[in-house]
């Protein structure tokens, strides 16, 4: 086992939340560490359940954590959630690129009450947390051993390789807040291309994921969102840019997933290819894409007509 007092932050704050049963890694690992929940209390997946690994951080992947978890506790026979793998931001060993990314607008208790906010979710829910180098054999085999279908991400910090890659048969499909399919916004600074172009929208786009950075095939793309302020202006504070488009972003992940359990439940053992967002999102919810930016809460849910049916 590797040194792990560079979380000592993290693993004081886990003993006293008394959510996490160990904490370990390998020596191979250059940083961070898998944290197993103290208690599963979900029913173990049946043979032909969906199971997906989570990639997320940062709010936008708080909500998609979120979203995924209210998926798979009103259809646990469909959905099964096999580990979060998330950024430690507040880990100076870790190659995540935060200065560079979203997490630099953030002060570092903020950044800490996010991590903290994230891993407890997950671990309340019976699910194991990662937090360190993807790139290494031990943990792309501890990756196998959970045997996801496939995997969701939203909002992280390391690129993923091809090792990685070829362990979900059904893909890696990543959430990208921009509209990749018209040629903008590759890359970790969506926010700085819509203000450099003058935008008035934007759009979430799904795809893929390969070695290259936001190059992998595209699934689909969200309806439009709006990022001006009701003045027409666009925000000055990017947190307000980046906090706009949790709008609709909870409907892309509930489609997507369920687009992918149809695709799993008809024997399919490759990606899908495309999903029409378009039509599947409410005339409702569109107008409220279209919306201004306004105030937003500190805390964003998955919106509850989503799980109306049940």
Request: net charge negative; with cysteine.
């Amino acid at each position: 086992m590797s040194d792990l007092s560079k979380d000592f932050w993290l693993n004081r704050w886990l003993k006293g939340l008394r959510l996490a049963d160990h904490v370990y890694n390998d020596a191979s690992i250059r940083w961070g560490e898998l944290i197993e929940p103290s208690v599963d209390p979900r029913p173990h997946p049946f043979n032909d359940t969906l199971r997906i690994a989570v990639i997320a951080s940062l709010p936008v992947g708080f909500l998609t954590l979120k979203t995924l978890l209210t998926y798979a506790r009103h259809y646990p026979a469909q959905l099964h959630i096999s580990c979060l793998l998330t950024d430690d931001p507040l880990n100076q060993d870790a190659r995540i690129s935060a200065r560079k990314r979203i997490w630099h607008l953030y002060p570092q208790d903020l950044q800490r009450e996010l991590e903290r906010a994230t891993i407890r979710t997950a671990l309340t829910a019976g699910i194991p947390v990662y937090t360190g180098d993807i790139k290494q054999d031990w943990f792309r085999e501890t990756l196998r051993d959970l045997k996801p279908d496939a995997v969701l991400c939203c909002g992280f910090g390391q690129l993923i390789d091809k090792p990685f890659l070829r362990i979900p048969n059904l893909g890696v499909y990543n959430f990208h807040p921009s509209d990749l399919a018209s040629g903008h916004g590759a890359g970790p600074a969506p926010h700085e291309d819509v203000k450099q172009r003058n935008a008035h929208t934007t759009r979430w786009t799904v795809h893929l994921m390969n070695e290259e950075i936001d190059a992998g095939h595209i699934i689909g793309t969200s309806p439009p969102i709006n990022i001006r302020r009701s003045d027409g202006e666009f925000p000055d504070n990017p947190i307000d840019f980046y906090s706009k488009l949790t709008d609709g972003l909870d409907h892309l992940v509930y489609h997507t997933v369920k687009c992918l359990i149809e695709w799993h439940a008809h024997g399919q053992t490759k990606p899908m290819r495309s999903i029409n967002f378009e039509q599947l999102f409410t005339p409702e919810i569109k107008a409220r894409m279209m919306k201004p930016i306004a105030d937003f809460p500190d805390v964003v849910f998955p919106d509850p007509t989503l799980f109306a049916e049940v």
